[in-house]
């Protein structure tokens, strides 16, 4: 291919671009086309932003001077142009970069305004670029097509535009959707890969023909379609890790990677290219050429272009074995760990429709589930000694605020276990029909479901109720067999529960 | 062997840093270095993850925004919901403890699509009254399947039968105490001490300029949820409800590792 060896040229993917051009031949016996149906989806991802430019109600008459199409574009081009390596963009960079428009607007109307009704403005305008009125759901536009029947068929149409990620720091910062970017550059309806062959081919020949100022332009888009690309693939990795086994591995996934891998590595060597030739053409220029700045930042935004497709290239190079390895032993980590989950719906309310105990054992068994790992507290001699070494605290002397307290709050006996622990231990001894060994009423209260408190305090009242031959609680307690208790959590000598009126056999310690 | 224990401390260190909720490879030149390490050599992933698998502890996501673990059950690194608590609690406190941390996750992501989604996608920051709203919500639509049996609801708590949801009904959403304090058994309260709890372990930042106060999700938190917590909850559920004891739901990995499999 020609762009490959760094001429101009479409390669075969600006073919395919200049092919999706060209609408299919009408044809009187199909009204309507899938064609249709995508150019009619470009232009529904307008909608929420007309929406926001007309909406009077949404508009503060403080903020009646600021046009908000032109400061949602102002967004849009701060998101794109100011993401990058070691750059991040959150709502304080977009307020600082629209600070100047919004202070020209206060000028030519002579009303000026205050920082707040700035960034009232502009915090009102994000809000409603990320949907945060649904909680920052997909925006949903719905409308009608004709399927290849003729028939008229309902759609919704959901996309989202302006995104908060987690940054390297940790903080929130904002992206620009697939969708947003599409927009933005004037890219709708083009596979990104043709969009990226497209506008690489456009700087290219710009710079060929001395253009530089229309190259900065064509960089920047360039730039903006390899950080699309960046999201795809990223977003590929992800689909691909997660759902491996219900991959047709073989003929789709193995396939992508391998495309997209070919893809990042011919544009590096059309980004080669061009820089090459853009860096030959700023060494020929003059020191004083005006065209200089130009050209250098023609430079600037194709070094970042190369840099984020060589990120993505050592992603996919090692991506494409580690996968297969991975398949061959069966043994994906993230595949045996993850499954489709209607947290809501199918857990949180089944768990709720649980019996109490059920429920409890549930929820608050090992596992730490949604509290991550937390290493347990060691004993620090040093510490330790530290503090007993302390001298006394101080104690303060004033007014200090005390809290009311409830009577629920007022139970000042320290109580190993809960009257409900105690209550169904009770019970549970009480029941006792005939003489019946712990270890095995150990087991029966287990299998019946009752927390490890029950049993514990089960154990406890026995061992109380041991000697107390008068069977004062409708049992008696003797011993059975010395050092014969073995159970998981319960170890020592094994007693018989023997309701009143039962024959007590005494063992003779061995 | 002198390599290898170098390497080994290496992937203990790297572990450490994971372990840190606040520790950020952005701030931490060593730790960036560590996981660079971890993603371009596979002698040294395969050391750490050896090393996690030892600690009882699964390694859910290693970016460049860090080393990402969770506990598995038998982890001394594993914690309950109530144990922040102390052992003074009652049996319907531990209830609630659990249900709450549920809720929290579950208002973050209410439908399947939301955990399907991007990790580093951030969600959307939640309040005290989201998380109260989600349960109410299902709370009020399992009621309203119920019989109604007049007097029922008090001979089934006589019998210690009551269902989770009736627990949860029947604590008040606000209460005060006469200073005007917020009571301690409100479930505002309580899962006001579980976001905050959340808080001081990385899991959440809360965002205390406004009214009412909003906490946000962070990746560690995101990443624990989507990446593990989720599926194993649910898979815990199904073999409570199921009576082949969930074995629909495990996967054909979980089936042939299962002694006997």
């Known amino acids: ?510 | 062997m002198s390599n290898l224990r170098e390497e080994a401390a290496r992937a203990g260190r790297l572990i450490q840093f994971a372990l840190q909720p606040k520790a950020m490879p952005f701030d931490e030149p060593e730790y960036r270095d560590l996981l660079r390490q971890y993603e371009d050599r596979a002698d040294f992933r395969s050391l750490v993850q050896g090393m996690a698998e030892g600690l009882g502890l699964t390694i859910l996501l290693a970016s460049e925004r860090g080393l990402f673990l969770g506990p598995r059950d038998d982890s001394v690194f594993a914690q309950t919901p109530s144990e922040f608590r102390g052992p003074q609690v009652s049996g319907d406190d531990r209830l609630l403890d659990g249900l709450i941390e549920l809720a929290i996750a579950a208002t973050l992501f209410p439908r399947q699509r939301d955990l399907e989604d991007d990790v580093l996608a951030a969600r959307p920051p939640v309040t005290i009254a989201d998380v109260d709203g989600t349960l109410r919500e299902l709370v009020e639509a399992i009621k309203q399947q119920q019989p109604t049996e007049p007097d029922a609801d008090a001979d089934r708590l006589d019998q210690g039968l009551w269902e989770a949801w009736q627990v949860y009904e029947s604590r008040p959403s606000h209460r005060r105490t006469g200073t005007g304090r917020a009571s301690s058994n409100s479930t505002f309260r309580i899962i006001e001490q579980h976001l905050d709890r959340l808080c001081e372990l990385g899991c959440f930042t809360a965002e205390r300029q406004g009214e009412p106060v909003r906490y946000r999700p962070t990746l560690r938190y995101q990443v624990l949820v989507q990446e593990l917590a989720a599926t194993h909850l649910y898979r815990r559920v199904q073999e409570a409800l199921q009576p082949d004891g969930g074995e629909a739901h495990r996967t054909e990995f979980e089936r042939s590792s299962a002694p006997g499999g």
């Not at chain 1, 860096?279 to 020191?287: C, P, Q, T």
Request: net charge negative; aromatic share 6%; with cysteine.
């Open chain 1, 1 to 510: 291919m020609a762009a490959n060896q760094g001429q101009f040229d479409f390669d075969s993917g600006g073919r395919r671009l200049l092919e999706s051009l060209t609408d299919a031949p009408f044809s009187p016996t199909r009204p309507w086309s899938q064609q249709l149906t995508r150019r009619q989806r470009v232009l529904l991802h307008i909608e929420p932003i007309l929406r926001l430019y007309r909406q009077p109600g949404t508009r503060d008459d403080r903020h009646l001077q600021y046009d908000t199409l032109a400061l949602i574009v102002k967004v849009f081009d701060t998101v794109i142009d100011q993401t990058g390596f070691g750059s991040e963009v959150t709502d304080e960079t977009v307020l600082e970069a629209a600070k100047p428009l919004l202070k020209a607007w206060d000028e030519a109307s002579g009303n000026p305004a205050g920082p707040d009704v700035h960034s009232d403005v502009m915090a009102r305008i994000l809000a409603e670029l990320k949907n945060e009125r649904e909680r920052q759901e997909p925006f949903e536009v719905p409308y009608q097509a004709f399927d290849d029947a003729g028939d008229p068929r309902r759609h919704v149409l959901r996309f989202k535009l302006l995104m908060e990620q987690f940054g390297y720091d940790g903080g929130i910062v904002l992206r620009l959707s697939s969708e947003a970017i599409n927009l933005f550059l004037n890219a709708f309806g083009l596979d990104i890969e043709d969009a990226q062959v497209a506008n690489e081919a456009v700087v290219q020949s710009q710079l060929e023909r001395g253009k530089f100022n229309e190259a900065v332009q064509s960089a920047q888009n360039a730039r903006g379609q390899s950080m699309r690309y960046e999201a795809k693939i990223r977003w590929l990795l992800l689909q691909i890790g997660r759902d491996i086994d219900r991959i047709d591995w073989r003929g789709e996934a193995d396939g992508l990677l391998r495309e997209a891998l070919e893809h990042v590595q011919r544009r590096l060597h059309v980004e080669d290219n061009i820089l090459r030739s853009a860096e030959e053409k700023l060494d020929n220029l003059a020191e004083s050429d005006d065209r200089r700045p130009s050209l250098a930042e023609v430079i600037r935004l194709m070094k970042e272009c190369q840099r984020r497709h060589l990120l993505l290239h050592e992603q996919l190079m090692p991506a494409r074995g580690e996968y297969l390895r991975q398949q061959a032993r069966q043994a994906f980590v993230a595949s045996r760990i993850r499954q489709s989950v209607d947290l809501r719906d199918a857990v949180l309310r089944d768990v709720l429709q649980q019996p109490r105990l059920a429920a409890t054992e549930l929820l608050d068994g090992p596992g730490g589930m949604f509290l991550g790992p937390l290493p347990p507290a060691l004993l620090n001699i040093r510490a330790l000694v530290h503090w007993q070494l302390m001298p006394k605290r101080q104690s303060s002397k004033g007014l200090v605020p005390v809290d009311d307290l409830e009577l629920n709050q007022t139970d000042g006996s320290e109580r190993r276990f809960s009257d409900e622990a105690v209550q169904t231990a009770a019970e549970f001894l009480a029941g006792v029909q005939e003489k019946a060994r712990l270890s095995t009423l150990i087991g029966s209260c287990e299998a019946a479901g009752h927390a490890n408190d029950s049993v514990d305090a089960m154990i406890l009242q026995a061992i109380r109720t041991f000697g107390d031959d008068a069977g004062g609680l409708g049992y008696r307690v003797d011993i059975a067999e010395m050092a014969g208790l073995h159970q998981t959590r319960h170890h020592g000598d094994d007693v018989w529960i023997v309701p009143n009126g039962e024959e007590v056999t005494r063992v003779e310690p061995a």
